[in-house]
């Protein structure tokens, strides 16, 4: 055979295997990455539904120590968590045991202790559910049902890195009131019949306090990751400048990764994957608004990217924010898991299953219906990106088989 056919057959036969590569891991069933991620979505679907009104069957441990052994390097909750129904019950139900102002930042929030000493965040009811939020893709109050939905669709990706929450109604009167310290007290007022706050933030404001309906308001409750697992706060490299006229790096330069990729800890380990994790993640419910991001200290660059404060999400069905996506198409690369997860919710069932999961959940409706809809728009944006990806630097070098699991302490 000349040189020339030799040269043509060999470029065909790597087509067929790039091509075949593509199919494997686009949904298909025929790799051992696409069969063990199939697997995983499988049982994801099994325990996606959650029971009402569900309690632990055990009394040896409490909900808040099963919640806090479930937390490791990689994970805030494990593939498999059984008593996930109960524990959330117990977040929405607890009794109040303290309630204060927010930790620092700057949107309203209250910091809460749950009866055993459990701290947590509860984030008021600023926006109906069919209110739409114009300007700015990070414009308007941070919105509570976001908390509540960015949480189930982390559990439906399959990432666990987003800490529990679940959406509840306290009566401001009976079950914060008296147990509110005198700096949050300070904060309350009347607006005719409704029992309403301020709270202490950058941007909390007399004038435009959170409101209950008379007494009753509805929120959501943030379980706060365990003592033992302390934080460390990153700036995001893909950060926005929040500057009319002034650009960050990224937004102008577009080999701006291959800097990233000579950053500790981008460099190596987990750390870029996590954060294009992230960005897709972003992108679906909407959420232009990370300009930092947390891990666990002292973790060498190996923890997880931790999904934390998701409020700023799901406030424009309409608006799909392209550039929440720069870490994707600039580095052009995605994990293989990430890939085959995304590949099996296509068609609507990202929609369908996070209806699912949100039945349960308190507050439900969680979502409009033009949200859920988003989703799965969205979604096929992001599949179309990754095969420009694959088309542009070959499936080898878009599809990164990372699956790093670092053992719990």
């Known amino acids: 055979m000349k040189l020339k056919q030799r040269m043509v057959v060999l470029c065909a036969v790597l087509l067929l295997l790039g091509l075949a590569k593509i199919f494997l891991l686009d949904g298909g069933e025929g790799s051992a990455a696409s069969r063990r991620d199939l697997r995983a979505f499988r049982k994801m679907e099994s325990g996606l539904s959650l029971p009402r009104g569900a309690h632990l069957t055990h009394t040896l441990q409490s909900p808040w120590e099963i919640a806090s052994q479930w937390v490791g390097p990689r994970e805030v909750y494990p593939e498999e968590t059984p008593e996930l129904a ?120 007399e004038t435009e306090p959170a409101c209950a309906d008379g007494e009753t308001m509805e929120g959501s409750l943030t379980l706060w990751l365990p003592d033992v697992w302390p934080l460390q706060k990153h700036r995001h490299p893909w950060g926005r400048t929040y500057r009319e006229g002034k650009l960050a790096r990224w937004e102008y330069d577009e080999s701006y990764c291959e800097a990233v990729k000579k950053m500790p800890p981008y460099d190596a380990g987990p750390r870029l994957l996590d954060v294009i994790d992230t960005a897709v993640f972003d992108y ?17 660059g190996a923890s997880m990217l931790i999904l934390l404060d998701n409020a700023k999400s799901f406030g424009n069905p309409s608006l799909d924010e392209r550039s929440i996506l720069a870490p994707l198409y600039q580095c052009c690369m995605i994990r293989v898991s990430t890939w085959n ?66 053992p719990h302490p």
């Open 341 to 406: 997860r995304l590949s099996f919710l296509k068609g609507g069932v990202l929609s369908s299953a996070m209806r699912q999961a949100l039945a349960f959940d308190p507050i439900n409706p969680v979502l409009a219906e033009p949200h859920l809809a988003a989703l799965d728009r969205r979604l096929n944006g992001v599949i179309a990106t990754v095969k420009q990806c694959m088309e542009a630097q070959g499936p080898d070098n878009a599809l990164i088989e990372d699956r790093m699991n670092l």
């Open 284 to 300: 679906l419910i909407g959420n232009a608004d990370r300009h930092h991001y947390e891990s666990f200290q002292n973790d060498g």
């Open 86 to 205: 109960a524990v959330l019950t117990s977040l929405s139900t607890a009794r109040i045991e303290r309630a204060d102002v927010g930790y620092k930042g700057t949107q309203l929030k209250a910091l809460l202790v749950l009866d055993g000493g459990q701290k947590v965040v509860f984030k008021p009811k600023r926006y109906k559910r069919d209110y739409v939020v114009e300007g700015e893709p990070y414009a308007g109050y941070d919105r509570h049902n976001a908390e509540v939905a960015a949480f189930h669709l982390d559990r439906i990706l399959g990432f666990r890195r987003a800490p529990l929450v679940v959406g509840r109604y306290v009566n401001l009167r009976t079950e914060i009131k008296p147990v509110a310290t005198d700096q949050l007290l300070s904060t309350f007022l009347m607006q005719g019949n409704n029992t309403c706050f301020y709270g202490k933030c950058y941007y909390c404001r």
